[in-house]
């Protein structure tokens, strides 16, 4: 389904810096807002736009399509759309109809979730390397004409997931993650493999406000006594129970624009080849308009 030449047509496209929405941000927006602030987006200028799956909001490949529509040039990718949400024939069968309806314009991201969310529609979230690993080659298995290609790319957190993307898929897509994960993940793809980091920013002067409003949002993922993918990858980082602080500052990009600026440079300095922001806010538009008042410095 993926090939190198596919893959790298994605950087030459995207650029270094695209956007990341989240889905209860768009499963909350009315439609005629979503294609305006998409179409916002476009013309300002990022080289792309991905969201995730929730499994209980909007159907991966439906909302894909949907932002492909509202757009005339963005690269658009599933991140991540769920394994747990359909068989892998489905899986390939939705990647190959939008990659063959907007040639060069999508790439398809796939990962296993959380517990939580996959304990939610009742399924028992286990041995989720192994489950990759079958999923992605039953998916290659699937007999037929030739299908259209995209990239493909894995919610790859650990080394062993991050292996296994280098293996089987066209590279990585970590979310949530601190700029040594990037650094440790390009190591472990190598050189010729994408890396699509994703970056929260929250555009302020003011840290401690910052910090507030990203522990009401983001702090139970983010307790190091909890059980989660997240969790176990600051654990392998070297974060500790009580560096509730420094796991914020490395996990959230805040200030004005030229730090939120330099925390994307990092990023790309330590192996991405492009890097997806998250502007912190409540609305689709509050984070559009965000977009706006970064552009200049970030896509420079």
């Known amino acids: 389904m993926t090939d190198r030449a596919d893959a790298s047509g994605f950087t ?65 990718g599933t991140g991540i759309a769920n394994l747990w949400a359909r068989v892998p024939e489905a899986m390939r ?83 949530l993650t601190p700029v040594e994960h990037t650094a440790f993940a390009r190591t472990v793809l190598g050189p010729d493999k994408l890396l699509i980091p994703h970056q929260t920013v929250v555009l302020t002067d003011d840290r401690d406000a910052a910090r507030a409003a990203i522990r009401a949002t983001y702090g139970p993922l983010l307790e190091l006594a909890t059980d989660s993918p997240y969790v176990a990858n600051l654990r ?3 974060y500790q129970s009580d560096d509730s602080e420094r796991v914020l500052d490395a996990l959230f990009g805040y200030g004005d624009t030229a730090a939120i600026t330099d925390r994307v440079q990092q990023h790309l300095d330590a192996g991405a080849d492009h890097v997806l922001i998250q502007p912190f806010a409540a609305g689709l538009t509050e984070i559009v308009d965000q977009l706006e008042e970064l552009r200049s410095a970030l896509l420079a």
């Open 12 to 76: 030459e496209r995207a650029g270094q810096v695209g956007v990341w929405l989240p889905p209860t941000v768009l499963d909350a927006t009315a439609a005629y807002v979503l294609v305006r602030e998409v179409a916002r987006i476009d013309a300002l200028g990022y080289g792309s736009v991905w969201t995730g799956e929730r499994l209980v909001g909007a159907e991966a490949f439906a909302r894909h399509g949907q932002l492909l529509a509202s757009s005339r040039r963005l690269v658009v």
């Open 236 to 238: 392998r980082l070297g």
């Open 93 to 175: 069968g939705g990647a190959v109809t939008l990659a063959a309806a907007y040639p060069g314009r999508f790439v398809l991201g796939i990962g296993t979730s959380t517990p939580n969310v996959v304990e939610r529609i009742g399924a028992t979230y286990d041995r989720p390397l192994a489950r990759m690993r079958a999923y992605l080659e039953r998916m290659d298995a699937v007999e037929g004409p030739p299908d259209a290609t995209c990239p493909r790319v894995l919610a790859a957190l650990g080394p062993k997931m991050l292996e296994l993307a280098a293996e089987l898929t066209d590279g990585a897509h970590p979310f």
